[in-house]
Every structure is written in C-alpha cells, then in structure tokens.
C-alpha cells in the first residue's frame, strides 16, 4: 500500500463523537511511551501527523486520521502511566473500553508492545480482555533497533512463548522500528490485505 494522504479529522472523548464516515478504522493502543506516535507519522510518512512528546501519556483523547481517504487510522490513549492521578486512569480506561465496546467500525486493532521489555501484566490483561470480547487484534513490537542481534531474534520469541503460557493466545505479530521503518511496509500489507478482503 502506497500512503498518498493522510490528515487529522477530529478528536473524541466518547464513541459517540467519533467522525460519521463509515470508513474502516485500524486502531493503535498500547502502554504510555511505546512509541505509537513515531509508528504512526513512520506508518504515513509523517513527521508531525501524531504529535510527538518526551512526556508519556499525551494522547487522551480518540484522534482520527484518515488516510487515502480511504480509511481511518485511530490513536488511542496510552494506558498505564503511572504517574496519573486514579481519576485519570479510570478515564482513559472508560474511554478505550467505550471505544471498542460499541464503535462498529473498527476493522483490526494493532497493540504496541515495547520489544526490549518482559511481558507486563497490564499488557497480558488487556490482550486477555480483547480476546474475550472477540476483538481481532495484532501485536507490533516497538523499538527494534534498540536490540543486538541475540535480542532481536529472543525477545519476541520469549515473549510470544510466555503469552501464550499464561493466556492462550497467540497473535499475528509486526516487528517494528520507528527509526528505521522496518516493519512499516509489512503493516500496511497488512492493513491492505484486510481492506481488500472486504471487498470480495
């Protein structure tokens, strides 16, 4: 997929704000300062499309981006930073869980996990409450070029291995970085592939 435009729509605090168009929607949600900004202005060839910041857990809002004016990308807030007051935290969970309980367009949803780290128990509950809500989703794993060679090979494979240990699941998975757009193209394959399969 060639991305030939892309432009911010709108922001929503509830579903029930989001843009009318009934394009599909391809969301993008992870824990604070997984670098889903730097995906997505890597994923549209973008700088400044999702803003960027030093401080995580920026976006708290539901950002619309239509791209080929074809479909939505959708950023969503990044949970667990731990430096929100529980009022805050309660919000942005009402927020993602109001989004994917009753947006009817949501097509797939990409969950970014930071590929240096182990397996985070918010990260496990989250894919366990999407599997369970029989929402498809897929895993990119993020910062790839802060990985040796062992790393790079291990990490998702440890990973992978200990989700599926304790959940069950195992999801198709992107290994991604915003620096060197590795995985760029592979996520837009399959973006295209969904998008096209609707078609038929």
């Not at 060839?45 to 619309?64: D, E, Q, R, Y």
């Not at 004016?69 to 969970?93: C, H, M, N, Q, T």
């Not at 291995?161 to 998975?173: A, M, V």
Request: glycine share 4%; with cysteine.
């Amino acid at each position: 997929m060639k991305i030939i435009s892309s432009s911010f729509i709108k922001s929503s605090s509830k579903s029930i704000d989001c843009p009318d168009q009934k394009f599909d929607e391809f969301a993008f949600i992870g824990r604070s300062n997984v670098g889903k900004s730097s995906l997505i202005n890597s994923i549209t060839n973008s700088k400044k499309l999702a803003k960027i910041s030093g401080t995580p857990g920026k976006t708290l809002l539901i950002n619309h981006f239509l791209i080929n004016k074809k479909w939505f990308l959708v950023d969503l807030p990044g949970y667990g930073f731990a430096r929100k007051s529980k009022k805050e935290k309660r919000k942005i969970e009402e927020i993602i869980t109001d989004y994917f309980l009753i947006r009817t367009t949501i097509n797939l949803t990409y969950l970014l996990i930071d590929i240096r780290l182990n397996p985070q128990k918010i990260d496990l509950e989250f894919m366990q409450w999407l599997n369970q809500n029989n929402i498809k989703f897929k895993i990119i794993f993020t910062k790839a070029d802060k990985l040796n060679k062992r790393e790079f090979i291990e990490n998702p494979e440890n990973y992978l291995k200990i989700l599926f240990d304790e959940t069950g699941i195992h999801p198709e998975h992107f290994i991604s970085s915003s620096k060197s757009k590795l995985g760029r193209d592979e996520i837009l394959k399959s973006i295209s592939s969904e998008l096209n399969s609707k078609k038929v």
